[in-house]
């Protein structure tokens, strides 16, 4: 079992930057892709990043593309989830999630994180 915390979140003004980040623990031994998805109100969870275990690939979904960037420590077991430039519209419930690999944390993630709140306010 992998337990994953996300923190970093908070209530920031448009333009502003967060950082978020994702702890895991328990079996962090097996290599596993993360992603970051979002939850907006009223509207289904949705895909904001991904990466390797290595670190070596990421993606970003379009809309935040030049935005986001993912990273991830693995001595530290932490993935973090850098934001710039927010828009009201990034308000959302932003998870972490684990996968054995990079279709399976897309698709059916083996472990979820208990969501960090982020918002933006005009």
């Known amino acids: 079992q992998v337990q994953l915390v996300e923190s970093g979140g908070g209530l920031v003004q448009v333009g502003g930057s967060l950082r978020l980040s994702c702890a895991a623990s328990g079996r962090t031994d097996s290599k596993y892709a993360m992603a970051w998805f979002l939850q907006a109100p009223v509207k289904e969870r949705e895909l904001v990043a991904t990466?390797?275990?290595?670190?070596?690939?990421?993606y970003y979904v379009d809309s935040m593309t030049g935005r986001v960037t993912v990273s991830r420590d693995n001595a530290k077991n932490t993935v973090y989830l850098q934001i710039n430039s927010l828009k009201p519209e990034d308000t959302a419930v932003y998870y972490c999630a684990a996968g054995s690999t990079v279709l399976v944390v897309t698709t059916q993630p083996d472990y979820w994180g208990q969501g960090t709140q982020v918002t933006v306010s005009s």
């Open positions: 990466i390797t275990w290595s670190g070596g690939s990421t």
